[in-house]
């Protein structure tokens, strides 16, 4: 008898461990009811009121027992998972808020270069445009009153694979996509050029591998286009079906077509955080400023171009795009060379109003070329990224 009480004291401990207090006067296990706690243990409502009350065998309540135990074990593990899950939320939250306090800044050194350069009413500082907006902060002319907080000599080793990704990187060939945000056809995105600088970073070390996030600062220059004779961009220029863009397009260049009229010149900065992992990277952007230049207004008037709208909601959308993790062929830095060595990402540059009909969107590529290579003395350190002792 006094086995089977000790029975009894253990199933009921378990379950008040497992699902909270016993009310014997609602018939509840914290607020769980008899039946539900019977079906979580897989017997039925008699055989639960024998264990409750004593009169089970004592292979019943080692069963019972068994199978709280394991409902215990998953409960823990599920817990866990939770936490874990709550951990990885708090970390993306994080990386959102340095990102954005990193855009913040930046959008400050790019209003005020704005404002000092005067773009719309001087031409004898055009030139100025072709310039990085931070060229004097990461390649100052002197050394001297200069701080910087990235990479110095003494930390290559311990920042590999992203040490040998340092430097200038620009964009390969230009690129175009079609636009909407007009009742007409015939609005063309053309990418002229990029010019990042690259640099490692340890703003997220806290769940990103040392050596392997980099920041890009990306200027970029582009321009909005109109076919004045509005033809539609289906059949001619795209496929529907297959969502690509026809050879007609690729081979079309505005600049040599009389019927194609430029309506502005744009000038964009944005933050980009890359993520090398092996034979991979992966490319997050984060648009700091945009600015329309030398905006053609009679043109604009004329095809009924609202520029500001354009420049707002439009093109904003095309910082969205979504970019597919792209190969990285320099796994092991050493093999990164300047002049040659290239990025290539494939996106897809969706509109928040339905895609007009198109589905996933419009199919582009934007690739980076390695300018300028900061380290480019042979990197102590491996294709997985750890320093290399040989």
Not at 73 to 98: D, F, H, P
Not at 262 to 291: C, P, Q, W
Request: charged share 25%; hydrophobic share 35%.
């Amino acid at each position: 008898m006094e086995e089977n009480k000790d029975n009894i004291n253990l199933f009921i401990n378990l379950l008040e461990k497992k699902y909270g207090s016993w009310d014997r006067n609602k018939a509840l296990f914290g607020t769980t009811a008899y039946g539900k706690v019977a079906s979580d243990l897989s017997i039925s409502s008699s055989q639960f009121t024998k264990l409750l009350y004593g009169t089970a065998t004592d292979g019943m309540y080692e069963r019972a027992s068994d199978n709280i135990n394991r409902l215990i074990g998953r409960q823990s593990v599920e817990k866990a998972n939770e936490e874990k899950g709550l951990i990885i939320k708090k970390l993306k939250e994080t990386y959102r808020i340095k990102i954005f306090i990193v855009s913040l800044f930046f959008l400050g050194i790019g209003l005020t270069i704005s404002y000092l350069l005067d773009f719309n009413h001087s031409d004898s500082k055009k030139s100025d445009y072709e310039n990085h907006p931070l060229e004097n902060y990461f390649y100052p002319e002197s050394s001297m009153f200069f701080d910087s907080p990235y990479l110095g000599n003494s930390a290559i080793s311990e920042n590999c694979p992203a040490s040998g990704f340092e430097g200038r990187w620009i964009l390969s060939e230009p690129f175009k996509l079609p636009l909407p945000g007009m009742k007409k056809p015939g609005l063309y995105y053309q990418a002229k050029s990029a010019d990042m600088m690259i640099r490692g970073t340890n703003l997220f070390d806290s769940y990103i591998e040392k050596g392997h996030a980099m920041m890009g600062y990306e200027y970029l220059k582009s321009e909005i286009w109109i076919d004045t004779k509005q033809e539609t961009l289906v059949p001619r220029y795209f496929n529907p079906s297959s969502k690509e863009f026809t050879e007609s397009f690729k081979e079309l260049t505005f600049e040599s077509d009389p019927r194609f009229k430029k309506i502005a010149d744009l000038a964009a900065f944005n933050v980009n955080m890359f993520y090398v992992h092996g034979d991979s990277i992966t490319r997050n952007a984060e648009l700091t400023g945009r600015i329309a230049i030398n905006v053609n207004k009679s043109l604009a008037k004329k095809y009924n171009v609202d520029v500001d709208y354009i420049v707002k909601n439009i093109l904003g959308d095309l910082i969205k795009s979504s970019c597919n993790t792209a190969f990285n062929p320099f796994c092991n830095p050493n093999d990164l060379s300047e002049g040659r060595s290239m990025i290539t990402f494939d996106c897809i540059y969706t509109f928040n109003k339905g895609n007009l009909g198109l589905g996933k969107g419009y199919p582009y590529t934007k690739s980076y070329l390695f300018k300028d290579q900061v380290f480019s003395d042979y990197l102590p350190c491996a294709c997985d990224g750890k320093v290399n002792q040989d």
